[in-house]
């Protein structure tokens, strides 16, 4: 899947957070800035690269699949930071 214009194609990194007596707490809130990879870049973003870790909400990513994986298609725009 090749994005168009300013679009990532991006993968969700699953991290599980864990608090210091152990307990993994799951289920962050829906709008929250959660990690990914990008696996495909459209000809007019700039900054962004294929490999790159990037923090983005993922209420502005429309969910596709990738390769049988979870995927999503966000604009460029929605990058929030560069790991």
């Not at 690269?49 to 429309?62: Q, Y």
């Amino acid at each position: 899947m090749k994005p168009l214009k300013d679009f990532l194609l991006v993968v969700e990194v699953e991290e599980e957070a864990v608090s210091a007596g152990g307990i993994i707490m799951s289920g962050a809130a829906p709008d929250a800035a959660k990690p990914a990879i990008v696996v495909a870049v459209g000809p007019d973003v700039e900054g962004v690269e294929v490999g790159d870790k990037i923090a983005t909400s993922w209420a502005n990513v429309v969910k596709v699949r990738h390769e049988g994986e979870k995927a999503g298609l966000l604009p460029s725009e929605s990058v929030m930071a560069v790991y």
